[in-house]
């Protein structure tokens, strides 16, 4: 926690001297999560990021210097500077990937999930996303195929109660945008407080 914590504060200092090519997803007071499930990963399980993701690939063992020199556009970056913040990827440590495209990466998770339910491989894939990826159709559409076809992959929604400049709850119904709808489809909902590293539900 404590690393990833050093690395955002270090990622938006740099952006502040306007050293970071792109732009930037900072996760500060999100690391908690992070640190958690990493633990819980086998070395070939899979991860799917958003463009918040530098907590999450850096928790699989992700090089710290390589996306760091990543975030900078150097040549030495993890994607040789070409992908940027947005789309940190460490393929050897399970990090399949940063989608900027807000729900995009659920499906493509499924989809992971299904190939190694298909190659019996005991592979899990687990896919991050934020509050507001739950008012995307994908959401809805990836949870409900995991379901009927039983699929390996765990959906963790980071609810920092904003998608942009709009408080999630002014767009959606429900109190909890991701669990409340999971029981819809079949799945159980776990509810955890993200900003205790001790919190069980
Ligand atoms: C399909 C799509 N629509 C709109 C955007 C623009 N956009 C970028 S981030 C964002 C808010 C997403 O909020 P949330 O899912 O809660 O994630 P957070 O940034 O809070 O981690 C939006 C609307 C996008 N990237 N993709
Ligand atoms: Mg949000």
Same mark, same amino acid.
Not at 42 to 49: G, K, S
């Given at each position: 926690?404590? &690393?990833?914590?050093? #690395?955002?504060?270090?990622?938006?200092?740099?952006?502040?001297? *306007?050293?970071?090519? @792109?732009?930037?997803?900072?996760?500060? /007071?999100?690391?908690?999560?992070?640190?958690?499930?990493?633990?819980?990963?086998?070395?070939?399980?899979? +991860? #799917?990021?958003?463009?918040?993701? %530098?907590?999450?690939?850096?928790?699989? /063992?992700?090089?710290?210097? @390589?996306?760091?020199?990543?975030?900078?556009?150097?040549?030495? @970056?993890?994607?040789?500077?070409?992908? @940027?913040?947005?789309?940190?990827?460490?393929?050897?440590?399970?990090?399949?990937?940063?989608?900027? $495209?807000? /729900?995009?990466?659920?499906?493509?998770?499924?989809?992971?999930?299904?190939?190694?339910?298909?190659?019996?491989?005991?592979?899990?894939?687990?896919? #991050? #996303?934020?509050? /507001?990826?739950? *008012?995307?159709?994908?959401?809805? &559409?990836?949870?409900?195929?995991?379901?009927?076809?039983?699929?390996?992959?765990?959906?963790?929604?980071?609810?920092?109660?904003?998608? !942009?400049?709009?408080?999630?709850?002014?767009? +959606?119904?429900? !109190? %909890?945008?991701?669990?409340?709808?999971?029981?819809?489809?079949?799945?159980?909902? $776990?509810?955890?407080?993200?900003?205790?590293?001790?919190?069980?539900?």
């Amino acid at each position: 926690m404590v &690393e990833l914590r050093d #690395f955002e504060q270090r990622a938006y200092e740099l952006f502040l001297e *306007n050293l970071v090519r @792109g732009t930037s997803h900072l996760a500060l /007071g999100q690391e908690a999560i992070s640190a958690g499930y990493a633990v819980a990963m086998r070395p070939d399980d899979y +991860t #799917f990021c958003t463009y918040r993701g %530098h907590g999450h690939t850096l928790a699989r /063992g992700a090089s710290m210097a @390589g996306a760091m020199a990543e975030l900078l556009g150097r040549g030495n @970056g993890m994607l040789h500077g070409k992908g @940027g913040s947005m789309h940190l990827t460490d393929v050897g440590h399970g990090a399949m990937g940063s989608y900027a $495209i807000v /729900g995009a990466h659920l499906p493509i998770a499924a989809g992971a999930a299904w190939s190694a339910q298909v190659r019996k491989s005991g592979q899990v894939a687990v896919c #991050f #996303f934020g509050d /507001g990826a739950t *008012n995307i159709g994908a959401f809805h &559409e990836a949870l409900n195929l995991a379901v009927v076809w039983k699929l390996p992959v765990v959906f963790v929604c980071e609810n920092n109660q904003y998608m !942009e400049y709009t408080p999630i709850g002014s767009v +959606t119904a429900v !109190e %909890h945008p991701a669990a409340d709808r999971a029981s819809a489809y079949g799945l159980e909902p $776990i509810l955890v407080d993200g900003n205790d590293a001790g919190s069980k539900r």
